[in-house]
């Protein structure tokens, strides 16, 4: 839906009516005047009131004349403040749904408001924040469009609206409606460049807001003409009024640099660099900038009110260890296409600048900044964006100064770099290598400040007890030496210690609790690469580095240090205490699983306080990390094996459960136990999987995982399910294909009807594993397709990566399933897009004897050069299966050789035969005649073939005969042969046995279709019509 401007209030009233009028309509069906909605959504309350208060007026106002509304509105706005707010509500919500009606709306507005607008820009306020993307399409026009008219009327307040407008204007954003919006907003602010000037902030904001757009803006000429747009508002401004930009402080350098080849800003750096006192008496140059620290309102004011949500709930509310979910929807959402690169700096700035969790949360287990930040870095896709997201993360490292910037600020960089080091040294070498590399590449005249504010930095945060020690992190035997020798160079006095690098403890931003959690969980790996060193590597006398791309989370970091449970023991009862220190202290599985079956029976025991499962589930986890290390399958996979490997002291709560009836009240506490102990670890999902798979106390009782689902805060099987593989997948790719038959067999509804599960499995098999797969399928252990949603899988498919789409048309060519099935996926194949399914697609063709549909679907493709689908598959069945093919070409030709709106009688048809026109069989078939010029094969001298075209010829307009004259031409000698055989003088091929046995009636068949034909370009009666019919008729009898 393209959004319109308005100039001025009548033509915004008509923009109004002309663009959003069509958002109106398009929205509708999905929810109210204001707000978009689907079915499922309750009813938004601020609509309500909103529809509520616009009825008041409405009722007030319908019927009487102008001034009797005026008279009404003001006597009901006097009878107190309540009623004042209805009525100045009922006005805007017309002026946002009714844009025929605005401008009248406003003026009454402007009349009878009593606090200056106040209650209005409120309310704008709250939408922009809250509601604006649900915001229907003519309420977002009119919202710009009232805003325009108040910031006209100089309205006291109007500024603060203009920045809330801003900051919806999403980064690395360049989609038609945001493109609009920053637009919109934009021509506002120069419009009234006079009333802008008035506040300082507000031009602050809009230099910082626009400086920043300029990048994203480019390539379309449209782009180009906004960018130029921009550039000239912000040089206007940054040369006017350069006192009030300089409240931006140091990003306003950052965002400076990464405009400065365009001219007129190349212009303004020399004037900064050369000459500031140009730009203002005040200013003494650009260090005085640089060692402004940046407000958060400016960091805050480049995220849209969702993506900031989205930030803080994730630092906020979010466990270490199950952050994953929310970073892919979080990527899905704003980090997926190639423009969203730039929004990276964004983030890590509000991130660094704006969000300081409270000492309580940063001795949590909450979701720590730095790990947010090593997940941006990792999916940088472009080193211009990687350098940039460095930039950003260092920034406020450059110009430290203890008394004016804040510990939290470098924080996270240097925790990056500190807790990357042992899973993921890459990222932390290149960090360091930054950091080095900065100082005198900066800004080289002021290359002492920048080495001082970096040492500074580094100095506070020893002195914070961010980090204990540098040395182990600067002189690190897993960086190499250049690097080393360059840390050393740079900073000597942080890489003294002679002691070998140990693990630190993070004393002050991050518990000890948290690195637990880092060192057993691989979500914590933020890195989406899933490449983890070996082993090998912590040996320090290892001369080569081995890096292994199969992700193992178990060998990247091991507490060698035993673990850890008072804090949680003194919250135990006595009796449960001394079992979990015996737990704690024994030494082989068996003396563990006795102590474990004790722990679980005084669970069960009426007297049990079940407030100690959290507490208890707290402490089995610690212990029993070992379990959710090591290799879960066994290598050999026998009866005894499988035994013995869910003989371990955790599962027995497992057995346990096994056990009992599900009514009974212990299996309902042995659940809690587990929602528990899921909420600390996530693994323990998958692993109750493998022991209902691979135990036989467990036979039969896949069922129990359902009740589980429902039991954890999740409440899900589905949600339950696809976490728990997932966690599986990252985890252990053996068991993932292990577990993969009993899993389908028993969750056919979760798994089935969706490709999301079928994903997971592709993504990471091998080509073994893939033949393990297929065998499984064909020997009816699995079953991973079926009719009633495969289609819909495989075009989910279609944005898979190749290897993975392959192995998808493998599993699904190992199943039993007609191919007519899944044949209109052809409909969303485009050649150069989805080469994986139309080569799968054509293999499988050539093995099939063509029905009708599927001579439809192949038909129904675009004719393009390079697109050799069709014609390669007509070509094969023309040489296999020649009369079949002619007979379904022949009636697919009769029928389409009809008006368009003959077409709705196909509309039955489930291949959508509305798509395949008349001309696009021609096409097909005189590509395939050109094919086939230079064979033997006779193809179009077939009689249902030449009765076709003689049809079609007979009824199609002068410019078809003549674009296809020479496969027209092949029907005509047809017809010679055919009518008048003394005289023909033609080819033998041409009238064969089968064409002289029927030789009369085509030609009866011909007059009737020329008839047909001069009647239809007449398209007055419908006599004619039925003739047409008649003829096709008996031109089909033809073939029988």
Known sequence: MELQKGKGAAAGAASGAAGGGGGAGAGAPGGGRLLLSTSLDAKDELEERLERCMSIVTSMTTGVSEREANDALNAYVCKGPPQHEEICLGLFTLVLTEPAQAQKCYRDLALVSRDGMNIVLNKINQILMEKYLKLQDTCRTQLVWLVRELVKSGVLGADGVCMTFMKQIAGGDVTAKNIWLAESVLDILTEQREWVLKSSILIAMAVYTYLRLIVDHHGTAQLQALRQKEVDFCISLLRERFMECLMIGRDLVRLLQNVARIPEFELLWKDIIHNPQALSPQFTGILQLLQSRT???????????????????????????????????????????????????????????????????????????????????????????????????????????????????????????????????????????????????????????????????????????????????????????????????????????????????????????????????????????????????????????????????????????????????????????????????????????????????????????????????????????????????????????????????????????????????????????????????????????????????????????????????????????????????????????????????????????????????????????????????????????????????????????????????????????????????????????????????????????????????????????????????????????DELLAEHIKSLLIKNNSLPRKRQSLRSSSSKLAQLTLEQILEHLDNLRLNLTNTKQNFFSQTPILQALQHVQASCDEAHKMKFSDLFSLAEEYEDSSTKPPKSRRKAALSSPRSRKNATQPANAEEESGSSSASEEEDTKPKPTKRKRKGSSAVGSDSD
């Not at 929807?329 to 991130?351: E, G, H, K, N, V």
């Not at 999902?685 to 954890?712: C, D, I, P, V, W």
């Not at 805060?713 to 990252?730: I, P, R, S, V």
């Not at 993975?804 to 052809?826: K, R, S, V």
Request: hydrophobic residues 40%; glycine residues 2%; proline residues 5%.
């Open 295 to 881: 407000s958060r309102k400016f960091l805050a004011c480049r995220l849209t009110p969702d993506m900031e949500t989205k930030l803080l709930f994730m630092t906020s509310r979010v466990r270490f260890g199950q952050q994953k979910r929310y970073q892919d929807w979080f990527q899905r959402q704003y980090l997926s296409t190639p423009d969203s690169q730039s929004l990276r700096c964004d983030l890590i700035r509000y991130i660094c600048g704006v969000v300081h969790p409270s000492n309580e949360v940063l001795s949590s287990d909450i979701l720590p900044r730095w790990a947010i930040i090593g997940w941006l870095l990792t999916t940088c896709t472009s080193n211009v964006a990687a350098s940039n997201a460095k930039l950003a993360l260092f920034y406020d490292w450059l110009f430290f100064s203890p008394d004016k910037d804040s510990i939290m600020n470098i924080e996270p960089a240097i925790l990056v770099m500190h807790h990357s080091m042992k899973p993921h040294p890459a990222i932390t070498a290149t960090l360091l290598d930054f950091m080095c590399r900065i100082i005198p590449n900066f800004y080289p005249p002021l290359e002492g400040h920048v080495r001082q504010g970096v040492f500074s930095s580094l100095n506070h945060i020893v002195e914070k007890r961010v980090l204990a020690h540098l040395a182990p992190l600067f002189d690190n035997p897993k960086l190499d030496k250049e690097l080393r020798a360059m840390l050393r160079e740079k900073f000597p006095e942080f890489c003294s210690s002679p002691s070998p690098p140990v693990e630190v403890k993070i004393e002050e931003p991050v518990s000890m609790e948290m690195d637990n959690h880092m060192s057993d969980k691989d979500e914590s790996c933020y890195d989406n690469a899933e490449a983890a060193f070996s082993d090998d590597e912590e040996d320090l006398n290892s001369k080569g580095k081995k890096r292994e791309f199969r992700f193992h989370p178990i060998k990247e970091t091991v507490v060698e240090e035993p673990v850890d449970i008072t804090p949680y023991l003194d919250q135990l009862d006595e009796s449960l205490r001394d079992k979990v220190l015996q737990l704690q202290k024994g030494s082989d599985t068996e003396a563990q699983c006795e102590v474990m079956q004790e722990i679980v029976d005084q669970v069960l025991e009426e007297d049990f306080d079940s407030e100690q499962l959290s507490v208890l589930a707290s402490c089995l986890q610690e212990l029993f990390k070992a379990h959710f290390r090591g290799e879960v399958l066994p290598e050999e996979i026998t009866e005894e094996s499988l035994e013995e490997s869910v003989g371990k002291p955790l599962y027995l709560i497992f057995r346990n459960l096994c056990q009992m009836q599900e009514d009974n009240s212990s299996f309902s506490l042995l659940l809690d136990l587990l929602s528990e102990l899921y909420q600390k670890q996530p693994k323990i999902g998958y692993h109750l999987l493998y022991y209902l798979r691979a135990s036989k106390a467990a036979a039969g009782k896949m069922n129990l995982y359902e009740s589980f689902a429902q039991a954890t805060q999740l409440g899900d099987l589905h949600t339950c399910l696809m976490m728990d593989m997932k966690a599986c997948q990252e985890d252990d790719v053996r068991l993932l294909c292990h577990l993969t038959p009993s899993i389908y067999t028993e969750f056919p509804d979760e798994t089935l009807r969706s490709g999301e599960l079928l994903n997971m499995i592709v993504a990471v098999i091998d080509s073994a594993q893939l033949q393990e797969l297929v065998c499984h399928v064909m020997m009816g252990n699995l079953v991973m397709f079926r009719k009633d949603s495969v289609l819909n899988i495989l075009i989910q498919s279609l944005d898979w990566e190749t290897f993975e789409q392959y192995c998808a048309w493998q599993l699904f060519l190992a199943h039993n399933i007609p191919l007519e099935t899944i044949i209109p996926i052809l409909q969303h194949l485009k050649y150069k897009e989805h080469p994986e399914a139309l080569s799968c697609l054509l293999l499988q063709l050539r093995r099939e004897k063509p029905s009708e549909e599927m001579v439809k679907m192949v038909l129904s493709r675009p004719c393009h050069p390079d697109d050799q689908f069709t014609t390669s598959i007509l070509r094969h069945w023309c040489m296999k299966h």
